[in-house]
């Protein structure tokens, strides 16, 4: 089991966190937000696991996660795409505005310390 390949895009304070499941049963680790989020279902089927209970989700779909709730999502078919869509937030999870982003060349940086978060 493997995790999802994952590329990350920033516009303005959106921040939207593709995840490519190359493989079924490929894994994202359970993890929480302190904020509520969307994950979109592109492509594939997932199964999501919240408080262990399993739900499957066939593309295309919607799937709300509620805040401060530990889930997992893992892959129920090859190449299943998903996104993580969220507003950037701060380490208490206000939202940041959009004059808070930095310019391109920090803008990794920041990434890079959202997503261990994310």
Do not use: W
Not at 9 to 14: A, D, F, K, R, T
Not at 16 to 25: I, P
């Amino acid at each position: 089991m493997n995790q999802p390949v994952v590329n990350i895009g920033v516009v303005s304070n959106l921040f939207v966190r593709q995840m490519h499941f190359e493989k079924t049963g490929d894994c994202e680790i359970p993890h929480a937000h302190v904020f509520d989020h969307l994950t979109l279902l592109a492509k594939g089927r997932l199964k999501v696991t919240i408080n262990n209970e399993e739900t499957t989700f066939t593309a295309p779909q919607m799937i709300f996660i509620k805040a401060d709730t530990v889930h997992e999502i893992k892959a129920d078919s090859d190449n299943t795409v998903a996104y993580c869509i969220h507003a950037l937030r701060d380490d208490t999870g206000d939202i940041l505005s959009p004059d808070m982003v930095p310019k391109a060349e920090a803008l990794h940086e920041l990434l890079t310390s959202l997503v261990k978060d994310a």
